[in-house]
Structures are given as structure tokens and as C-alpha cells.
């Protein structure tokens, strides 16, 4: 073994100890409860959307369970993922909340890892820029301390966008795995059919929509039901009267009272949408950071967590070239904002975190307009 190779396995066997010692045992993980209970109570043929079920599969873990409302139906961790997430959780299934949440931290180290590892300049400079949004990002902190499905949604999101021009059909298969929150990417999934009808080139697309049927198909042909269930949760309790979020539709319905106002948001965000593509037309490389900030801005419904998804067109500009002046104030604002956000704002419930995507747009204006031929077009 020469000293490459032990350098590497030394670098394994730390990531699991840290992982298994610290994280796994500090961070509570709440919500990788309901992803462990939901994968326990389907693969035995029960409804991983039934309240009573969850709080009898998750009635040994009190100490985990959220109640902020005194309302002893708000101690329970719901799943909201449509189904399709279910074949990609499959493994919690065999082993116990314990051992599921040392895989999760141990798989998150990893992601937090290849993302370093595709956007490495191997500048000190940059490296260490990046490592400071890794770990310094509340978004991402908040992502490990509640344990959240994002980690897949990050690591696949990863794939797809490092996968795109050499392996287009495993770029949109990639790209599928987001749909288990299929309200934050929206716009990422609106543009790639642009560009399918710009291009004829349909590979991304079509493993795209495969990969999303074989998901569909293997959930229902397992219980055919599933999809009345997951219906009748959003019935039975709304996410919107579960929580309030930190999105910027959901703001505005609480300030305004006006429960259908996600839909005017909606359209307000294809209308800016459609604004963006048009000034520049079809340019990925050049509109992807900004479709990423506008569907995450723009999203009905999303938690604080979800924002960790800016951590990928930051170490794509990252990589492109290294940030001047005016950007480092932009990032240190939006950093420092978050932190201040969510821990000095306590009682507004980090409700202000909408405006990173915001502070996100005005970064990458300064960095395009600076250097407009920065990236490589589409």
C-alpha cells in the first residue's frame, strides 16, 4: 500500500469516526425520523402516511419529536415526500434509527466531500472559501443538525449538474431523485424542456422522465394505494397549518391572509423567469445559478434547509474565477445575515431567510457583469 492509498483510508476511517461520535450521537436528526419511520412501515405493507401508525413506531424516541404548538398531534414527524422518495430510502428498512443515522452522517460527510472535490481550484484561496460555505452555511448546518432528505437531493443534484454534457442520460436520471421535493426545483425542470425544444436533444429529458415513471410505477405496483394515502395526509393535516416555512409565498399569506396566493406567486416567478431567458436566451451555463435562486425564491412551500441547494452555483462561480471585492461583501452579508437570522431572530422563526436567494441574485449580477464571458455558453 503506498502512502497515497493509506492517506485515503485514513481519510475514510476519520470521516466515519467523526461521523459516528460526533454527528451522530450530537445532532438530533429529527426529521430522518419520519424517512426512517416511513421506510419501516411501507416495506411491511402499511401506510407510511398514517398518523397513528407513526406515532406508534415513533413513540420511542420522544426526546426527537418537535411540539411546538402544545398540540400533542404536532409530536409526531411527517413525511410530506410524495412516494416516490420511498424505493430511494429503501435501506432504513433493515437497520435501526441508530445505525440509519450514522449512515446519514457518514453519506453527508461524503457529499459535503465530492462537492469540494468538483469545484476545487486548488488555489488555498478558494479552497478555502469553499470549505467556509460548507461548514460556516447555515443552510447546510441546518440540513445535518435536523437530518433532511436534502442530503439526496444535494448529492444527485451534484451529479446532474457535473454529469450534464458528458452523461446526459444520467444527468436527467439524476435530476429526476429532486422531484422528492418537486416544488423547489420547479424551474430547473421547466428550463431543461426549453432547451429539449431548442436543442431535439431529448437525453436528459428522457432519463429524466423514465427514471421518474420507474419510480411511480414500482411504488404503486408495491401498494397501490399509496397515492390516495399520501392524498389524504394533505387533507387530514396541510402542511401550511403544520408550520409556517420560510418561504417567501408563505409570507406573504400570512401577512396578507390570502390562502391561494402560492398560485399568484407561481405566476409571478414565470413571468421573472420568462424575463431572464429572454434577455439572454438560452445560455445553461450563464442562467443556471440564477434559475436555481428564482425557483427557490419563487417556491410555494420550502424550509430553511432546502437553501443548501445555493451551495452548487456557488462552487460553480467558485470555480469559474476567483470573487472580487463586491461579491465578498454580498457573501459575507449573506452568510452573516443567515446567522444572524437564525439565532437572534428566534421569535420570527428564521422567517426572513427568503431573502438569500435574493442576496444570491445580487451576487452572481456583480460576478456576470464583471466578467460576462466567465462562463462557457450553452
Known amino acids: 500500500m503506498n502512502i497515497r492509498n493509506l492517506f485515503h483510508l485514513s481519510w475514510i476511517s476519520l470521516t466515519f469516526l467523526c461521523t459516528n461520535y460526533f454527528l451522530a450521537n450530537k445532532f438530533p436528526g429529527t426529521d430522518l425520523l419520519q424517512y426512517w419511520s416511513a421506510s419501516k412501515l411501507f416495506f ?27 398540540d400533542k398531534s404536532n409530536a409526531i414527524s411527517i413525511m410530506y415526500n410524495p412516494p416516490i422518495v420511498l424505493p430511494l430510502i429503501f435501506y432504513f428498512k433493515f437497520v435501526s434509527f441508530e445505525i440509519a443515522k450514522v449512515f446519514y452522517y457518514t ?47 444535494l448529492l444527485t443534484f451534484l451529479l446532474y449538474f457535473i454529469a450534464r454534457k458528458d452523461f446526459p442520460v444520467f444527468s436527467g436520471v ?4 429532486s422531484l422528492i421535493k418537486p416544488h423547489v426545483l420547479y424551474l430547473i425542470y421547466l428550463y431543461e ?52 416555512t420560510a418561504s417567501f409565498a408563505s409570507q406573504l ?8 396566493i402560492s398560485y399568484l406567486n407561481l405566476f409571478l416567478s414565470l413571468i421573472v423567469f420568462s424575463v431572464v431567458i429572454r434577455k439572454r436566451q438560452l445560455n445553461y451555463s450563464q442562467q443556471f445559478p440564477v434559475v436555481v435562486a428564482l425557483s427557490l425564491l419563487f417556491s410555494p412551500y420550502y424550509w430553511i434547509h432546502d437553501l443548501c441547494l445555493l ?16 461579491e465578498h461583501i454580498f ?44 462562463l462557457v455558453s450553452y
Open 44 to 70: 411491511s405493507n402499511q401506510n407510511p402516511y398514517e398518523l397513528s401508525l407513526l406515532e406508534n413506531i415513533q413513540a420511542p424516541y420522544p426526546h426527537l419529536l418537535v411540539n411546538l404548538s402544545n
Open 107 to 153: 453519506l453527508s460527510i461524503l457529499t459535503l466531500s465530492l462537492i469540494f472535490y468538483f469545484f476545487d481550484t486548488r488555489k488555498l484561496y478558494d479552497r478555502i472559501l469553499i470549505l467556509a460555505l460548507m461548514f460556516g452555511f447555515p443552510f447546510i448546518l441546518t440540513q445535518l443538525y435536523w437530518g433532511q432528505i436534502n442530503l439526496i437531493i
Open 174 to 177: 439524476c435530476l429526476s431523485f
Open 193 to 244: 424542456f426549453l432547451i429539449v425544444i431548442k436543442t431535439k436533444d431529448y437525453r436528459i429529458v428522457g432519463g429524466f422522465i423514465l427514471t421518474t415513471l420507474g419510480l411511480a410505477f414500482f411504488v404503486t405496483l408495491y401498494m397501490p394505494n399509496i397515492w390516495s394515502n399520501y392524498s389524504e395526509l394533505f387533507q387530514i393535516k396541510p402542511p401550511r397549518e403544520y408550520w409556517v
Open 253 to 260: 399569506e400570512k401577512i396578507y391572509d390570502f390562502k391561494n
Open 311 to 326: 451551495i452548487i452555483p456557488l462552487g460553480y462561480m467558485i470555480n469559474q474565477r476567483r470573487f472580487n471585492y463586491g
Open 331 to 374: 457573501l459575507i452579508l449573506l452568510i452573516a445575515f443567515s446567522i444572524f437570522d437564525g439565532h437572534l431572530l428566534r421569535g420570527l422563526g428564521g422567517t426572513m431567510y427568503y431573502l438569500a436567494p435574493i442576496i444570491f441574485i445580487l451576487i452572481y449580477r456583480n460576478y456576470l457583469r464583471n466578467n460576462p464571458r466567465i
